[in-house]
T-cell receptor, first 119, second 113 residues
Framework: NAGVMQNPRHLVRRRGQEARLRCSPMKGHSHVYWYRQLPEEGLKFMVYLQKENIIDESGMPKERFSAEFPKEGPSILRIQQVVRGDSAAYFC?????????????????FGPGTRLLVL | RKEVEQDPGPFNVPEGATVAFNCTYSNSASQSFFWYRQDCRKEPKLLMSVYSSGNEDGRFTAQLNRASQYISLLIRDSKLSDSATYLCVVILAGGTSYGKLTFGQGTILTVHP
């Protein structure tokens, strides 16, 4: 059973370009979460998606960032007009059901991350 | 005040030592608690969930004190392979919090021969 897959693993962009980060959840998982880890900082929640729905995007910057999880294919985190401050590791996690709302806890499994460097 | 606070360390201990990490959280509505470990330039991996009654997994013991909003992790008989950053993680209850993990800054542990 393949784990969470993310690609690319490393991405270099110049300021003003677009970055597209992909995440394929584990088989059978329909919930996807994106987190960002800035250099020397902890992981911060960005967005929580189910198939074709954004459930919680409270951690997403208001501009330039968007996320989707289409019916078919991977989840995409898109950053338009990247700036140097976007340089970070972006991790995707998946779970079969929401980890917060039930009597038992469902683990979130993390992908290896995409390291974005903006020049 | 940060939602989850940890002593960043670093903790440098010899093999075989016992080491304890502490964590406090600010929101009393926090529902679920975990310890993750993160190796350098790798993804976080779940180490263990933390239950109100306390729980143990081999050399690792986790404790939760809801009244003090305090979580701890004890590692006995440290191994070189325990060297990593240990992340304290909480989930708020219900509403739109769903599975949103809130991470502490992490505590760096280095175990030396």
């Amino acid at each position: 059973n393949a784990g969470v897959m993310q690609n690319p693993r490393h991405l270099v962009r110049r300021r003003g370009q677009e970055a597209r980060l992909r995440c394929s959840p584990m088989k059978g998982h329909s919930h996807v979460y994106w987190y960002r880890q800035l250099p020397e900082e902890g992981l911060k929640f960005m967005v929580y998606l189910q198939k074709e729905n954004i459930i919680d995007e409270s951690g997403m910057p208001k501009e330039r960032f968007s996320a989707e999880f289409p019916k078919e294919g991977p989840s995409i985190l898109r950053i338009q007009q990247v700036v140097r401050g976007d340089s970070a590791a972006y991790f995707c996690a998946s779970s079969p059901i929401s980890s917060g709302g039930l009597q038992y806890q469902e683990t979130q499994y993390f992908g290896p991350g995409t390291r974005l460097l903006v020049l | 005040r940060k939602e989850v606070e940890q002593d960043p360390g670093p903790f440098n201990v010899p093999e075989g030592a016992t080491v304890a990490f502490n964590c406090t959280y600010s929101n009393s509505a926090s529902q679920s608690f975990f310890w993750y470990r993160q190796d350098c330039r790798k993804e976080p991996k779940l180490l263990m969930s933390v239950y109100s009654s306390g729980n143990e997994d081999g050399r690792f013991t986790a404790q939760l004190n809801r009244a003090s909003q305090y979580i701890s992790l004890l590692i006995r008989d440290s191994k070189l392979s325990d060297s990593a950053t240990y992340l304290c993680v909480v989930i708020l209850a219900g509403g739109t919090s769903y599975g949103k993990l809130t991470f502490g800054q992490g505590t760096i542990l280095t175990v030396h021969p």
